[in-house]
Nanobody, 121 residues
Framework: QVQLVESGGGLVQTGGSLRLSCAAS????????MAWYRQAPGKQRELVAT???????NYADSVKGRFTISRDHAKTTVYLQMNSLKPEDTDVYYC???????????????WGQGTQVTVSS
């Protein structure tokens, strides 16, 4: 079993910053990709940023230049540094990871429980 545990959400004023963390634990051999998504009530989940095992990153146009995704040296924890936050960034943020349980195994998709980010105007 694998768990993704998120932390770091909260309430912040417009222009403020937050840092989200997501740690993977359990039966993890390797993580090929980690990502952050966000979702508002009644809307589809939106991809925010991704980072590959090699460190390549991609961002949604709406967060480019404001958000930074990174991974720790062990590559089992992913971070999302969010600066210059706007009210439209208010959402539940979800961590996602593509995980191999052992060498040569299939890659499985895992999600965190979500953390609320609220930006007040």
């Amino acid at each position: 079993q694998v768990q993704l545990v998120e932390s770091g959400g909260g309430l912040v004023q417009t222009g403020g910053s937050l840092r989200l963390s997501c740690a993977a634990s359990g039966s993890v051999f390797s993580i090929t990709r980690m990502a952050w998504y966000r979702q508002a009530p009644g809307k589809q989940r939106e991809l925010v940023a991704t980072i590959s095992s090699g460190g390549s990153t991609n961002y949604a146009d709406s967060v480019k230049g404001r958000f930074t995704i990174s991974r720790d040296h062990a590559k089992t924890t992913v971070y999302l540094q969010m600066n210059s936050l706007k009210p439209e960034d208010t959402d539940v943020y979800y961590c996602n990871a593509h995980i191999q349980h052992y060498s040569g195994s299939s890659v499985y998709d895992y999600w965190g429980q979500g953390t609320q980010v609220t930006v007040s105007s």
